[in-house]
């Protein structure tokens, strides 16, 4: 089993809709996620921490679960600038970034 | 404040030969590393700094070499290029080690070896 996985995608979907993503890990003793943001030939760009408690960023959503080792993206009234790649970004060292590991990510194109 | 920023943005190389990405980043950060992206993978973690003298490997160390001379400067040095490290590859940043510090990435250097 690889260590992050992601839902396949790519994910077609209208402007305004509701998308969401999954992204599951298999090291339980992970510490910290995060939800990167690719644009095509572009850098990755942290999008936005995922906590505990589950956080949200305007429309952006994400949510922990440890005890089924997913996080979870959710994107409410989709615009066509959200069009891009989505990683997930599981680490797994406690103060270094040598366990850091990145899915391969879920493609989403939003459709006018 | 630029940043990260990699250099050349696009090489292309002969098999065998080798070369050095420039990475630099003026934001006074501890950690850089360098990652490579392939389609359908990833990024892998090819070596890593936690400071100016200090690098460990990552992931995929093979066929690299890093040094950190300073705080800003991480260069990623090819030895002898093979068609396997036709890649994009980025540099990325971060302040320090807490586990919820994210990377600033540069803007990638696409490299296709012949």
């Known amino acids: 089993r690889k260590e992050v996985e992601q839902d396949p995608g790519p994910f077609n979907v209208p402007e305004g809709a509701t998308v969401a993503f999954n992204c599951t890990y298999s090291?339980?003793?992970?510490?910290?996620f995060f939800w990167y943001r690719q644009d095509c030939r572009k850098e990755p760009k942290l999008l936005m921490s995922?906590?505990?408690s589950g956080n949200e960023d305007g429309r952006f959503t994400a949510q922990l679960n440890r005890a089924s080792q997913y996080i979870s993206l959710l994107i409410r009234d989709s615009k066509l600038s959200d069009s891009a790649t989505y990683l997930c970004?599981?680490?797994?060292?406690?103060?270094?970034?040598?366990?850091?590991?990145f899915g391969p990510g879920t493609s989403l194109s939003v459709i006018p | 404040n630029a940043g990260v920023t990699q250099t050349p943005k696009f090489q292309v190389l002969k098999t065998g030969q080798s070369m050095t990405l420039q990475c630099a980043q003026d934001m006074n950060h501890e950690y850089m590393s360098w990652y490579r992206q392939d389609p359908g993978m990833g990024l892998r973690l090819i070596h890593y700094?936690?400071?100016?003298?200090?690098?460990d490997q990552g992931e995929v160390p093979n066929g690299y070499n890093v040094s950190r001379s300073t705080t800003e400067d991480f260069p990623l040095r090819l030895l002898s290029a093979a068609p396997s490290q036709t890649s994009v590859y980025f540099c990325?940043?971060?302040?320090?080690?807490?586990?919820?510090?994210?990377?600033?990435f540069g803007p990638g250097t696409r490299l296709l070896v012949l």
């Open positions: 970004v599981v680490n797994n060292g406690k103060t270094s970034y040598d366990k850091v590991i």
């Open positions: 995922v906590y505990s």
């Open positions: 090291n339980s003793a992970s510490q910290s």
């Open positions: 700094s936690v400071g100016a003298g200090i690098t």
């Open positions: 990325a940043s971060s302040y320090g080690g807490h586990t919820t510090e994210a990377q600033y």
